[in-house]
């Protein structure tokens, strides 16, 4: 028999497909179709396939890109603070320190942020580099900038909330201006133990929702997940096997798609 594996595939997992229900002609058409009642009940499930369907969009958009950073759109929620605010700690007559010491205070209320997150912010307002360098250096020595706790506790929480792997929160903190060291020092913390078993429970929550789909769709649906939140293809394949195997999928029916290693 010929063994059939998946074609590499970087993406892993296209958008789901879209089942487009037929939304009526004109008015003699919807007329010929039935009564008002059974249109409106087929417009109501094309509604609940639509929703379903960008649902489904959006939840591997944020698969993909990791889902909303919980800092938060930090430019919109410095815009929402006011103008009044703006003039009375960025005011272009007051000195430059004083305008960068109270432009980090602002940000560093209720949200740790990296010192290059500090320096971008510092860089947008036209604080000169100088003045910038001098601030942030004060600012980490008194402990208010601490890029090697702000990489521990962004892995605890996006691995625990978002079920992120190694990669993906490797790669979250390098957009955040952190050391390469500092990462590899913070995404330690997840030993592979830990990668395989929330990779399982990733999947045991995806299951259901892939249960009406042919084999080899539903084994590209959880892996493509896996993918996407940084896990390896191995592991990845390894433990969408097992999980299918253990619903009940016939072993030698899965060795087509997911050979054992």
């Given at each position: 028999?010929?063994?059939?594996?998946?074609?590499?595939?970087?993406?892993?997992?296209?958008?789901?497909?879209?089942?487009?229900?037929?939304?009526?002609?004109?008015?003699?058409?919807r007329?010929e179709?039935?009564?008002?009642?059974?249109?409106?009940?087929?417009?109501?499930?094309?509604?609940?396939?639509?929703?379903?369907t960008?649902?489904?969009?959006?939840?591997?958009?944020?698969?993909?890109?990791?889902?909303?950073?919980?800092?938060?759109?930090?430019?919109?929620?410095d815009?929402?603070?006011?103008?009044?605010?703006?003039?009375?700690?960025?005011?272009?007559?007051?000195?430059?320190?004083?305008?960068?010491?109270?432009?980090?205070?602002?940000?560093?209320?209720g949200?740790?942020?990296?010192?290059?997150?500090?320096?971008?912010?510092?860089?947008?307002?036209?604080?000169?580099?100088?003045?910038?360098?001098?601030?942030?250096?004060?600012?980490?020595?008194?402990?208010?900038?601490?890029?090697?706790?702000?990489?521990?506790?962004?892995?605890?929480?996006?691995?625990?909330?978002?079920?992120?792997?190694?990669?993906?929160?490797?790669?979250?903190?390098?957009?955040?201006?952190?050391?390469?060291?500092?990462?590899?020092?913070?995404?330690?913390?997840?030993?592979?133990?830990q990668?395989?078993?929330?990779?399982?429970?990733?999947?045991?929550?995806?299951?259901?929702?892939?249960?009406?789909?042919?084999?080899?769709?539903?084994?590209?649906?959880?892996?493509?997940?896996l993918?996407?939140?940084?896990?390896?293809?191995?592991?990845?394949?390894?433990?969408?096997?097992q999980?299918?195997?253990?619903?009940?999928?016939?072993?030698?029916?899965?060795?087509?798609?997911?050979?054992?290693?």
């Open positions: 028999m010929t063994r059939r594996t998946l074609p590499h595939d970087p993406a892993w997992e296209a958008a789901p497909d879209t089942e487009h229900e037929d939304s009526g002609g004109p008015a003699s058409s007329a179709a039935g009564p008002p009642r059974s249109t409106h009940r087929a417009r109501r499930r094309g509604g609940k396939q639509r929703r379903r960008r649902d489904g969009q959006q939840d591997e958009r944020e698969d993909e890109h990791g889902g909303n950073d919980e800092d938060g759109n930090e430019d919109e929620d815009n929402k603070r006011g103008n009044t605010e703006r003039e009375d700690t960025e005011g272009a007559d007051r000195d430059p320190a004083e305008r960068a010491r109270a432009i980090c205070l602002r940000l560093l209320t949200t740790p942020r990296t010192r290059q997150q500090l320096a971008d912010a510092l860089s947008k307002r036209e604080i000169p580099d100088e003045i910038a360098e001098e601030v942030l250096s004060r600012y980490e020595e008194v402990g208010l900038i601490d890029d090697a706790a702000f990489a521990d506790a962004w892995v605890e929480s996006r691995h625990h909330s978002r079920g992120l792997a190694r990669k993906a929160l490797a790669r979250e903190l390098r957009t955040k201006g952190v050391d390469s060291a500092v990462i590899n020092d913070a995404v330690e913390q997840l030993d592979a133990g990668e395989a078993e929330t990779a399982r429970r990733l999947v045991e929550r995806k299951l259901s929702a892939t249960a009406g789909l042919d084999r080899e769709k539903r084994i590209r649906r959880l892996a493509g997940m993918a996407r939140k940084g896990y390896a293809e191995g592991l990845a394949l390894r433990v969408v096997r999980a299918l195997e253990e619903e009940g999928e016939d072993p030698e029916l899965l060795e087509h798609y997911l050979p054992e290693d």
